[in-house]
T-cell receptor, first 115, second 108 residues
Framework: NAGVMQNPRHLVRRRGQEARLRCSPM?????VYWYRQLPEEGLKFMVY????????ESGMPKERFSAEFPKEGPSILRIQQVVRGDSAAYFC?????????????FGPGTRLTVT | GIQVEQSPPDLILQEGANSTLRCNFS?????LQWFHQNPWGQLINLFY???GTKQNGRLSATTVATERYSLLYISSSQTTDSGVYFC??????????FGAGTRLTVKP
């Protein structure tokens, strides 16, 4: 019974490059959430997706960031033209059902370093 | 938006001691979860507890939803309990809000 999977676990990018972070939810879960954690801080909500739909992206920066959860395959968080301030840990979570009814389970995170 | 406050921000214990961590939140919630982030950065689900009391081994948690707080109890602490403990709440709008965490250090 695999948990939430994220890859890569560590990612180094130079300023201006693109970063792609992948998340495979737990088996049977169709709701995916992305969070960002800056050093020494708590996690901040970015986006909530269901298969082929973005439900809530109120926490996502308006520029350079995008997310998708296709019918087949993992959810992808994409950061274009990365800057040093994007360096953070990015966590993905999944749940059986959204709307706050069910528990969220977190992946191990992807640590992005922008040099 | 909803505010989540955790106390204390830092806690240092001797192995074997007990502790209580507190989470206050500013509005009614549908969801409340406690997590342990270990020194390697992994987030481990401890409790899903929007109300009531639960126990799991040396850990237990109580949420009093009407008074907008939750408590996490750690008994007979071990060095492996070290890390940051986060409380997170959600009002049903998919936006889970995390507190700033309590950093626990258990010394041998």
């Amino acid at each position: 019974n695999a948990g939430v999977m994220q890859n890569p676990r560590h990612l180094v990018r130079r300023r201006g490059q693109e970063a792609r972070l992948r998340c495979s939810p737990m088996k049977g879960h169709s709701h995916v959430y992305w969070y960002r954690q800056l050093p020494e801080e708590g996690l901040k909500f970015m986006v909530y997706l269901q298969k082929e739909n973005i439900i809530d992206e109120s926490g996502m920066p308006k520029e350079r960031f995008s997310a998708e959860f296709p019918k087949e395959g993992p959810s992808i968080l994409r950061i274009q033209q990365v800057v040093r301030g994007d360096s953070a840990a990015y966590f993905c979570a999944s749940s059986l059902k959204g709307t706050g009814v069910y528990e969220q389970y977190f992946g191990p995170g992807t640590r992005l370093t922008v040099t | 938006g909803i505010q989540v406050e955790q106390s204390p921000p830092d806690l240092i214990l001797q192995e074997g001691a007990n502790s209580t961590l507190r989470c206050n939140f500013s509005d009614s919630v549908n969801n409340l979860q406690w997590f342990h982030q270990n020194p390697w950065g992994q987030l481990i689900n401890l409790f899903y507890i929007p109300s009531g009391t639960k126990q799991n081994g040396r850990l237990s948690a109580t949420t009093v939803a009407t008074e907008r707080y939750s408590l996490l109890y750690i008994s007979s602490s071990q060095t492996t309990d070290s890390g940051v403990y986060f409380c997170a709440v959600e009002r049903g709008n998919n936006d889970m809000r995390f507190g700033a965490g309590t950093r626990l250090t258990v010394k041998p």
